[in-house]
């Protein structure tokens, strides 16, 4: 009869299994590198993109270059992407240790493994989150993504920090690099540029052909653009005749059927909608300036912030706030059509606000009522 061995025994042996010798400090190393510019580049442009969207008092966004969030946000879900090659490569690259026998050697290795556990869970967590949240997979997370996601990536990044402080001295190139490890690190790079090319046409409209991964893409939806959230799923029914616009400003408050936002003077601009998760698509609008409906109230110089608000009656995105400098800017419309067509309902008809470098999620659909915030 064959006996199970005892777990200690297995224990002690398994480090001695795993026995590829592609592994390499060199490898790891390389693959730490790499890592740590995409998640440089994604921490950078996440924190930015939580700036924009939760602005403390002391952060104001420009409204030029109008593409510029889209580029940011784009780099944003990119380089978390390619991360995930890159993160996987690399935890192969050392899981071995893992199983390392004994388990700790005195205090320093115990801190050490600790802090190594919670950079590999930290990663992990934000990568797995990262994508759960543009496949709008929520329920597989039983807590605010939000928080999470942002919390964790300062976690991470002290982690990060500390790790790199840890390993400098040990980075030194020990062996030379053969060739079969130059060759793994060639099958993550190309796995990372592959995820990158596979999703990247969700924003970059060119390479929407091979974008097979990609979730939106542009060109794609009700009047050839991508919907974030339906109308029906907002709660939000088509509005009727009895429609009405309230503007309320210093001078008073103006209830404007959808006959006279079009009697007003109209305008066109060529704007994206960018996404936080990622994808975007250039329109083009046309409806009434902003500027115009604060004339109308008495606020066309205003410098106090401006209060949009939908028809959804409730979700966190039923409303937005624009800082004055933008909620003046000419390109900044409260849109009644998409190309020549009045907007589609999924794409926020009646009106919908559209302006210049904001994120997609401060695009606010179904408009009922604009306010300048009072004194
Ligand atoms: N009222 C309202 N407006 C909204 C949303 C929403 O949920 N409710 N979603 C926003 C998000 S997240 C995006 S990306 C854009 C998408 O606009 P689209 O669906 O017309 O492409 O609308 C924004 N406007
Ligand atoms: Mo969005």
New binding site residues.
């Given amino acids: 009869m064959v006996r199970p061995p005892d777990p200690l025994t297995l224990a002690r042996s398994l480090p001695r299994r795993f026995t590829s010798p592609l592994r390499s400090p060199w490898l790891t190393a390389r693959l730490g590198m790499w890592l740590g510019i995409a998640f440089g580049v994604c921490f950078l442009t996440g924190v930015l993109s939580h700036l924009v969207q939760h602005p403390p008092g002391w952060f104001h966004w420009p409204s030029r270059p109008v593409q510029l969030y889209r580029v940011t946000q784009g780099l944003h879900v990119a380089s978390g992407l390619a991360a995930v090659p890159l993160l996987t490569a690399k935890i192969w690259s050392v899981y071995p240790r893992l199983f390392a026998w004994p388990p700790v050697r005195g205090i320093g290795s115990a801190l050490d493994r600790a802090a190594v556990g919670l950079l590999s869970a930290a990663a992990v967590f934000e990568v797995v989150t990262g994508v759960l949240n543009i496949a709008y997979w929520y329920s597989a997370m039983p807590f605010g993504f939000l928080g999470a996601h942002y919390w964790t990536a300062y976690l991470l990044a002290g982690a990060v920090l500390l790790h790199l402080a840890a390993k400098l001295p040990a980075l030194r190139p020990a062996a030379p690099p053969d060739p079969a490890r130059r060759r793994v690190l060639a099958l993550a790079g190309a796995a990372a540029a592959t995820v990158t090319a596979a999703t990247v046409g969700q924003t970059v409209a060119p390479l929407r052909r091979v974008s097979l991964l990609a979730p939106r893409l542009p060109g794609v939806g009700p009047q050839g653009l991508p919907v974030?959230k339906t109308a029906a799923a907002a709660r939000v029914a088509r509005a009727d005749a009895s429609y009405r616009l309230l503007v309320t400003g210093p001078g008073g408050r103006h209830a404007l059927s959808l006959a006279d936002l079009e009697r007003l003077p109209q305008a066109s601009v060529e704007l994206p909608i960018a996404?936080?998760?990622g994808w975007s698509a250039t329109g083009t609008w046309s409806g009434v300036r902003l500027a115009d409906l604060l004339r109308l109230v008495g606020a066309e110089h205003t410098d106090r912030p401006v209060r949009v608000e939908s028809l959804q009656p409730d979700g966190p995105y039923r409303e937005s706030v624009l800082d004055p400098g933008p909620a003046r800017d000419p390109l900044t419309l409260i849109a009644l059509r998409l190309g020549h067509e009045p907007l589609h309902l999924d794409h926020g008809y009646p009106c919908r606000l559209i302006a210049p470098n904001r994120p997609?999620?401060l695009q606010t659909k179904w408009v009922a009522a604009i306010t300048v915030a009072p004194r």
Avoid: P, S, T
């Fill in positions: 974030n996404c936080v998760e997609g999620v």
